[in-house]
């Protein structure tokens, strides 16, 4: 088990920043591409060998995105509304993702077949968004990380 970092820019017009592990290492650059419609974010392990791409769909009534990996795997998450309630479920036919936790509090607790693989969870009051990823299983962890980016995108699509 070890934690990742991400730590966002307070000011900034685009996603562009780093992924840490715990020794203050960068492991992933993200990288969000300007777009009229939707939205695009490359992911990059730090050895410039591309990891995912995460894309916004566009004409949904709730936010839906689309997280397509290297080695051809894919997931979609998607916000549901469910009575006073926000949920977000994640769809493939690669993996069995089930985010178990609160949208409000954003934290997760990530379970692939009810197995659990990680947690994701915002800290407050911080000097920008940041996040923390805790990996169970590594085999998971870029899912975490486009997990913890889908979650990040649709929190600032709100607030805006």
């Known amino acids: 088990m070890y934690n990742l970092y991400g730590k966002q820019k307070v000011f900034k017009l685009l996603d562009r920043y780093d992924i840490y592990d715990e ?32 894309e916004r769909r566009i004409l949904t009534l709730m936010p839906k995105y689309d997280v397509t ?22 769809e493939s036919n690669s993996y069995s993702l089930e985010l178990r936790g609160s949208f409000w509090d954003l934290n997760f607790e990530v379970f692939n077949n009810n197995i659990k693989v990680g947690h994701i969870e915002k800290a ?4 920008g968004d940041t996040f923390a990823i805790t990996v169970i299983d590594p085999e998971f ?5 486009a997990l913890m980016i889908a979650i990040d995108n649709i ?3 709100e607030s805006n």
Do not use: A, M
């Open 23 to 54: 020794q203050q290492n960068p492991v992933y650059h993200v990288h969000q591409d300007f777009t009229f419609l939707g939205n695009r974010v490359n992911v990059e392990k730090y050895d410039n060998t591309k990891s995912f791409v995460i």
């Open 155 to 157: 929190q600032d699509s």
């Open 124 to 127: 407050f009051f911080t000097w």
């Open 69 to 90: 990996f290297r080695d051809g795997k894919s997931f979609s998450i998607f916000q549901r509304f469910t009575f006073l309630k926000k949920r977000l479920e994640v």
């Open 141 to 145: 962890e870029e899912e975490l990380v």
